[in-house]
């Protein structure tokens, strides 16, 4: 399945189980501000999180930018903090059956055996 990019919200419709039964991963990303994301650890992870994602036969995959750095430093009311419970970007959320079943967390997401068992 292709990756899907959205702001936040994201749709529910995009995040609902997919039909092929298979977990459905929320990407919490900071959004891009002059051509780049202004989260450095968000950059370190974008070539990994593509190649994890993106293709038919890859993991249902949905990336959320969660606003500019103003709208999302030292703001505890933003609504990923409050619905997900995200504290951290980059955060992937695995879904199963529309509930959270684990999480990941900035450099986390580049440990490779770590990466792969969570994907899995």
Same mark, same amino acid.
């Given at each position: 399945?292709?990756?899907?990019?959205? &702001?936040?919200?994201?749709?529910?419709? =995009?995040?609902?189980? /997919?039909?092929? #039964?298979?977990?459905? *991963?929320?990407?919490?990303?900071? $959004?891009?501000?002059? #051509?780049?994301?202004?989260?450095?650890?968000? +950059?370190? %992870?974008?070539?990994?999180? =593509?190649? /994890?994602?993106? #293709? &038919?036969?890859?993991?249902?995959?949905?990336?959320?930018?969660?606003?500019?750095?103003?709208?999302?430093?030292?703001?505890?009311?933003?609504? /990923? +903090? @409050?619905?997900? #419970? %995200?504290? *951290?970007?980059?955060?992937?959320?695995?879904?199963?059956?529309?509930?959270?079943? /684990?999480?990941?967390?900035?450099?986390?997401? @580049?440990? $490779?055996?770590?990466?792969?068992?969570?994907?899995?």
């Amino acid at each position: 399945m292709p990756l899907i990019e959205t &702001s936040y919200p994201p749709p529910e419709d =995009k995040i609902v189980p /997919a039909k092929d #039964g298979q977990p459905t *991963f929320l990407i919490f990303y900071s $959004s891009v501000e002059n #051509g780049k994301m202004w989260c450095p650890h968000c +950059r370190d %992870v974008q070539g990994i999180i =593509k190649s /994890a994602f993106q #293709g &038919s036969s890859k993991p249902n995959g949905v990336i959320t930018y969660i606003g500019s750095f103003a709208q999302w430093k030292n703001v505890p009311s933003h609504p /990923a +903090r @409050l619905k997900y #419970g %995200v504290r *951290f970007v980059p955060t992937i959320i695995r879904l199963e059956n529309g509930k959270e079943t /684990a999480r990941m967390e900035k450099a986390g997401i @580049l440990d $490779s055996d770590g990466f792969e068992k969570f994907l899995s």
